[in-house]
């Protein structure tokens, strides 16, 4: 199928189980083998569910767990479907640990669900009957027992956005995920897209990023419904192509997974703590659906070289004896190299491969890769043709001492090293190390370089809910740019230097004694040695606590 063949299909299950009870979504996946849904089970007993959380069951990480529950939905309910969706392209999903609407195990929490079912079905409806936000609900009496906690969409958004740990990023993700045409979500990718997008947009006496920041602060359903109609004028439609699909996939898309899939040679930079090796590593787990036989990750170091990365003499205790022999053993990189050629010259279907190289530039490079920045190329990888393997073969230093074992494909009785074309190579780095400079330039025009930056998407996740949230995110940009910015006697050391989301994840609560201890135990050394770099030492005291200063909870 075409990309984005889930649309249709994603459309086809709202509409199947509008109305349906907890038990009923229930019986749909409990009979399903898939370790993914085990958060759904307390105690040995399945949790009641309202029908946004059903749909994260199959839009949470892991491709091969949501295409095996997605798969089992399709059977139970007995949907017609010409051909199983082939991608998940553009799906916002949920965190693993954050993946309830309503809080469940909470009994008193069951007037939440019913809010969240009277949304699902005027979401329905509003897709169906191109209802507006005036018009009452009549589609909900049938489908929720007449039971309607609400009237309108308005009313319904609304009162759901007041459900402890729901917000508007997940609730818009729902919209998104059972009518993408006429619904988008309100994550990060698509706020930074429309500021992109649309400069001259005007909101509050505000224009440009301002106005859009406006109009997203302490965003109601009347807010959204705005930025709604404003996409579906004529002159600014044509802008974002067809639909608001398109304008969310075009944003969302921009994804880790997508942009390793893109780029066969990428490397994700920035400032510590901004979630790199976290981010690839569970792209590439849902990728390979968690297979560890198809990707490899190594921590680059001063003392990683060549023999490490391809393949060098090593001593190797001998069989029979204590003895210590000298043998050649293949390195990380040619091993994983090997595994993916035998994918690629199977019978079987071709599967992507990884090698993630961390820290990356704290390796001499010139000296780990050798003779093997040709084969990095796109159009030097091996691939098949007819039968035939093409692309660029090579000898290298140690091919002389080879057996077969310790090559990635034999030709005509020649051993040859190779770089498959489902082999993708990821590298992160922490932008202020000093040894970045070991990349030189043939290097590093062979890498797509993508740079990551604060994200608050985390934080709105991880403390959903908090009444400080608001004002928290405030204070972490505004320290980052005490940090980063000359002004206000701040620190004035560049982008480079901000603190990543991860530091700002440390607190246990948004309270200031939380703030304080995460302060004491994350922040401040890692300040430190940043200030050693620009003033004296009797001096950095004075620099720390005017910075601790702009970490307080107003």
């Known amino acids: 199928m075409s990309n984005f063949s889930w649309v249709k299909i994603y459309k086809k299950i709202a509409e199947k189980i509008q109305g349906k009870k907890p038990q009923e979504l229930i019986d749909l996946l409990k009979d399903c083998d898939s370790s993914n849904l085990k958060y759904l089970i307390k105690n040995d007993k399945w949790i009641n569910v309202d029908l946004f959380t059903f749909f994260g069951s199959f839009n949470r990480a892991g491709f091969e767990s949501r295409k095996k529950i997605l798969l089992h939905i399709i059977e139970k309910l007995e949907l017609e479907v010409n051909e199983p969706p082939s991608d998940f392209n553009g799906i916002p999903v949920m965190e693993n640990r954050n993946s309830f609407f309503y809080w469940a195990e909470d009994e008193t929490k069951s007037g939440d669900l019913n809010k969240l079912n009277s949304l699902f079905a005027v979401a329905i409806g509003y897709q169906k009957n191109n209802q507006n936000s005036s018009q009452a609900i009549d589609t909900v009496d049938s489908s929720n027992n007449n039971q ?8 319904c958004f609304n009162q759901c956005l007041e459900i402890q740990g729901v917000g508007l990023s997940k609730l818009t993700t729902g919209f998104f995920w059972i009518n993408p045409e006429n619904f988008m979500p309100i994550a990060g990718p698509v706020i930074a897209y429309l500021k992109r997008k649309f400069p001259n947009f005007e909101y509050d006496n505000k224009k440009g990023a301002k106005a859009w920041d406006a109009i997203f602060k302490g965003m109601q359903w009347e807010q959204y419904e705005e930025v709604l109609n404003f996409l579906n004028d004529e002159e600014n439609h044509l802008n974002v192509k067809k639909s608001f699909k398109e304008l969310s996939l075009e944003s969302i898309e921009s994804s880790v997974e997508n942009e390793i899939l893109e780029n066969k040679n990428v490397i994700f930079h920035g400032a ?10 569970k792209a590439v787990e849902s ?12 921590q680059f170091h001063p003392s990683y070289g060549y023999e490490d990365f391809i393949d060098g003499i090593k001593p190797v205790k001998g069989e029979n004896s204590g003895n210590i022999n000298l043998e050649l053993e293949n390195g990380t ?7 993916a050629f035998e994918n690629l010259k199977s019978t079987e279907e071709t599967k992507p491969y990884f090698f993630i190289a961390d820290e990356i530039n704290r390796a001499e490079l010139s000296r780990v890769f050798g003779e093997l920045l040709l084969c990095l190329e796109d159009d030097k990888r091996l691939r098949i043709v007819d039968g035939n393997v093409e692309g660029t073969k090579i000898k290298t230093q140690n091919s002389n001492l080879w057996e077969d074992k310790h090559a990635v494909l034999i030709e005509n009785n020649q051993r040859f090293f190779g770089i498959p074309e489902n082999l993708y190579f990821i590298g992160t780095m922490n932008d202020i190390d000093r040894s970045v400079d070991s990349f030189d330039m043939a290097l590093r025009r062979r890498f797509t370089w993508i740079r990551t930056e604060f994200n608050e998407r985390a934080l709105r996740e991880t403390y959903s809910g908090h009444s400080k949230l608001e004002n928290y995110i405030k204070i972490c940009y505004e320290l980052n740019d005490y940090i980063t910015l000359d002004k206000e006697d701040g620190y004035g050391l560049g982008f480079d230097y901000q603190l990543g989301q991860s530091y700002f994840l440390k607190p246990k609560d948004l309270t200031q004694d939380e703030l304080d201890i995460a302060w004491d135990k994350y922040i401040a050394p890692l300040l430190t040695e940043y200030l050693r770099s620009i003033v004296e030492q009797h001096e950095i005291p ?3 606590e005017k910075a601790q200063n702009k970490f307080k909870l107003k």
């Open 148 to 155: 309607t906690p609400c009237q309108t969409i308005k009313d």
């Open 333 to 339: 990189f040619k091993d994983i190299c090997k595994r």
């Open 542 to 544: 004075k620099k720390l």
């Open 287 to 298: 990728l390979t659906g968690g297979d560890t036989s198809r990707y490899i990750l190594v």
């Open 272 to 281: 510590p703590g901004t979630g790199k090796t976290y981010s690839v590593l």
